[in-house]
């Protein structure tokens, strides 16, 4: 069973301050993986994807993948209260093409 | 270019009732994702689809639950005899391709009485 790691929290940070979001994952041949934010009540919404080894930069945002350690990691650089959401790590099963999806992390940013 | 669209966006049925939830993907999409999510936990794959195929359906329950993704129109997803159990957010999403970028609809939340 090919799995998505990541640790439920709540990670709390306090506002402006870095929050950094770990995942790991199982599927050895992955190539795709995705970060998704979901506010309560709402449905998920895609905020980067990384395809290659390292740093992709968007904003505020960095994520990082290290294929050899199966490891996808999101950076929020001056984290703000309206970043305290739920933050979902996605990796493709190679296999069959679908999205495998970890149970999320629950960020709260504290003013 | 509208995003992914699925109505009823409420949907309330009394037990034993039929609920059919409609996904329209993205335009260029053929791949479509359907999710289930209880209150305060995470989403629960339940099937992959192609158009005119199921990929995966090994998250759908095996009575009851049947899912389908016709040539022409939406997605169905349909729950036959429901059960207060049933009760969730069913999500749909939609990628152009098998592990691409997939984006998601707002959600049907399913409310059996």
């Known amino acids: 069973q090919k799995e998505v790691e990541q640790n439920s929290g709540p990670l709390s940070v306090p506002e402006g301050a870095i929050a950094s979001l770990n995942c790991t994952y199982s599927?050895?041949?992955?190539?795709?993986f995705f970060w998704y934010r979901q506010y309560s009540g709402k449905s998920p919404e895609l905020i980067m994807s990384?395809?290659?080894?390292g740093d992709k930069e968007d904003g505020r945002f960095t994520a990082q993948l290290n294929k050899a350690s199966q490891y996808v990691s999101l950076l929020i650089r001056d984290s703000q209260p309206s970043d305290s959401a739920t933050y979902l790590c996605?990796?493709?099963?190679?296999?069959?093409?679908?999205?495998?999806f970890g149970q999320g992390t629950t960020l709260q940013v504290k003013p | 270019n509208a995003g992914v669209m699925q109505n009823p966006r409420h949907l309330v049925r009394r037990r034993g009732q039929e609920a059919r939830l409609r996904c329209s993907p993205m335009k260029g999409h053929s791949h479509v994702y359907w999710y289930r999510q209880l209150p305060e936990e995470g989403l629960k794959f339940m099937v992959y689809?192609?158009?005119?195929?199921?990929?995966?359906e090994s998250g759908m329950p095996k009575e009851r639950f049947s899912a389908e993704f016709p040539k022409e129109g939406p997605s169905i997803l349909r729950i036959q005899q429901v059960v207060r159990g049933d009760s969730a957010a069913y999500f749909c999403?939609?990628?152009?391709?098998?592990?691409?970028?997939?984006?998601f609809g707002q959600g049907t939340r399913l409310t059996v009485v």
């Open positions: 990384i395809y290659s080894n």
């Open positions: 599927d050895r041949v992955s190539q795709s």
């Open positions: 999403a939609s990628s152009q391709a098998g592990g691409t970028e997939a984006f």
């Open positions: 689809l192609q158009k005119e195929n199921i990929i995966d």
């Open positions: 996605a990796a493709q099963d190679v296999a069959l093409g679908k999205l495998i």
